[in-house]
């Protein structure tokens, strides 16, 4: 039996995309496309079994007590949960079956770099992150990149290791990188790139990259479905899509 | 307390490395240095606690007998051992306090990549295998790009997932590379490279690429120095490095 | 004064990206926007000193007898372009001031990477071409890769090379890729990728690495506007882009 | 016939490596092999056509003096030539035919780098630098990598191109690499490495990257075998091994 899902925010250009992935998985069913003006009673009314709510900050938390208190679940790409937020969603799935994954970050490749890279940490004397962006990003580095150093940062001083050896004396300011936690962290920006990041790491004789690319905007689609399929598994609420990989 | 080791085959170029990388970590103290002409007894004497044997097949039995019959854990990268000679030593270490440690590659980066490549594996559509080798090697994919293959369609397998996405209609022979149980590897024969293996995953606009390059032929070391410092906490016989690296 | 250009086929995929490159220019200006219904005369009215042909090989050639009898350069990236018909385009060029360029491939980066690579090749004893494409590609290796392959071998031939370097004696089938007049050739097809192709050298203790990665379907404009801009100082017919780079 | 090449500094670990690739060429003739305390006539008695100086500053110049005043052309990778020393070494030429090759790189594959990225410099709005070397290096960018920005950045200056688009609002002090010229430029430091440079160009819809791994310390004999080879075709002084590469 294919699973009922529902797509909130289905005309912008995210939810396009997701309807799309929905339409094209032979296990999922679209069971309803909201925008903004519709009535969420459609939800209920079409048997839906799990909501991608890709929104805005605004209506994002009327659409998860809906659901909840219907017992539909949810996966949520839509930003600007604070603690207090997310504290209000944990308490609305105490009372409901229903159960809610929110995450940052839905491209699965993203999210398996990251991981690895807290694995790998430990294992070695060096470790540093590159990342490529389109050159219109206002930030730099990107926030994937600082969160990945934090995680490799993290992992070495949890295995006791200590700072990286670096023996420049000689240096023009900036080429080390910007430090992000004793990780050094650098940013490129480039037309006609749209993101990409590569941790590496090294030790005696080697080196170890992993790399991620995103290729164009619909990068997150297959992390969404991955969601889809087993939010039903995840009591309560998570935060994260690493939580659902089992690795 | 520094931990005791002693080298085997420590006049050999691998040994070499090994001695050299145990004089240089603090919490290892090298106890004992012996070649072919030594007598084994000289372990049991300086209290050796580890040893470590990258000698030969006709010799390694005979050292891992002595060994464990007298409590000294073994870490192995010697070649040859068959499902025979493997009982063997399982059936020594059931009388002894002593554990062993074989591995066919102690190239941590190596390691690592094979792990991450069966981890994310169920994760993509496309997964192909490229690997990068001095012209001087005999055989082409190399064992452990052969390897990795076989665990990403095991992995693949286990995940349901089915044959690869491909329409090429018109090929000029070996364009698509060796198929390894459904997954591509290309090998790459390169004068000036050393080693070098890449997995490449692909799924909805995005891929992850796990690289590792050998630079030189001490990459071994930090994988073998991993394995003296934890073969005291993993009882028995085990094989691979991947089971001592809690990942 | 911004050359004024006119772009035929301007409500396809591929012109409609090339009418947003000229427009973007601001020493271009779009005189004329046709597609197959309309008149080319409105490219004599409206004073277009360049046209951009992207039609089909059916309306090919009418359009470049028009506009060279009518002095307008043609830039073109029309395929279906064999001998017979570069000789009527040359023919029809020589009674007139218009020049032709017909180029088989706009990206900027893969041209340079042909070129770089023909240059490079003499002073490296391997060279082989890994390619990778979108898994709905129906030839393997591409043609751009077959080029290239051919550019390094003549250039190998020129400076007296001989074959390459390879020890391979056990092999898997398609392991060592196709064989492009002695040089290899792997394809790998992921999806998620669009086009990217890298050329690799090594010799002694080093290798060079020439890499093209394309990451959506407009990356030919910057090509087009580079011939939108030269064709005025290159006399009669020029096959290939890379007449135009002056490297 | 083959060339006959004398050696200086030859009980260097550079210039060891020189000894080798001469005796492994076969246009090549090993005619004399000489370190500090031997007499440089041996040179003239042995009929050499072309000597290697890998020496030191404070020998090099009685070196050239020598060869050029006895008509034996000079390949010299020894540092510490200011101006003020090639004025000398020109000089000296002027009344010999002999002629003289002082190069600061002799690493082929990052020659070619520089060039093809002063050559691709001109056709991509985005141009970036990152080098990776081993963790005892001093400096930080290396020279190399300063040397490419400025390359690319005069080719930009000299094509009219005007500063890299960058939207960056939000940084991490350092993220943006170190500014030479324009051009930013990151320096990665890691275990394991050696010496790798790569340079990315970036345009609509593609990027370009050339790069160059150096894996052992040998890598400089190429370039100084072409040097060698070349040395009796390019009269007087020559200063960079670029100048013989014909591209």
């Known amino acids: 039996m294919a699973i009922k899902v529902g797509v909130l925010g289905a005309q912008g250009r995210v939810g396009q995309a997701v309807v799309q992935g929905v339409e094209a998985a032979e296990d999922l069913e679209l069971s309803a496309a909201l925008d903004r003006e519709d009535d969420l009673q459609a939800l209920v009314d079409s048997g839906t079994e799990v909501i991608v709510d890709f929104t805005t900050p605004n209506s994002v938390m009327d659409n998860l007590e809906f659901c909840i208190r219907n017992g539909i679940h949810c996966v949520v790409g839509t930003t600007g949960f604070d603690s207090e937020r997310l504290d209000q969603v944990r308490q609305w799935c105490q009372d409901s079956e229903a159960n809610v994954l929110i995450a940052p970050n839905f491209a699965i490749s993203a ?13 070695f004397e060096s470790a540093e992150v590159v990342e490529y962006h389109h050159p219109n990003k206002l930030d730099a580095p990107s926030g994937t990149a600082i969160h990945t150093a934090e995680g490799i940062a993290q992992a070495r001083r949890e295995a006791g290791l200590g700072a990286q050896p670096d023996a420049t004396e000689q240096s023009l300011e900036g080429a080390r990188g910007a430090n992000v936690d004793g990780v050094a962290v650098h940013a490129v920006r480039m037309t006609g790139m749209v993101a990409h990041e590569e941790v590496i790491f090294g030790t005696q004789g080697q080196s170890l990259s992993i790399r991620q690319d995103s290729y164009d905007r619909t990068s997150f689609v297959p992390g969404v479905l991955i969601g889809v399929r087993q939010v039903a598994q995840h009591d309560g609420l998570t935060v994260g899509l690493d939580h659902y990989l089992d690795i």
């Open 111 to 123: 999210v398996l770099t990251m991981s690895f890279a807290r694995q790998a940490a430990r294992f």
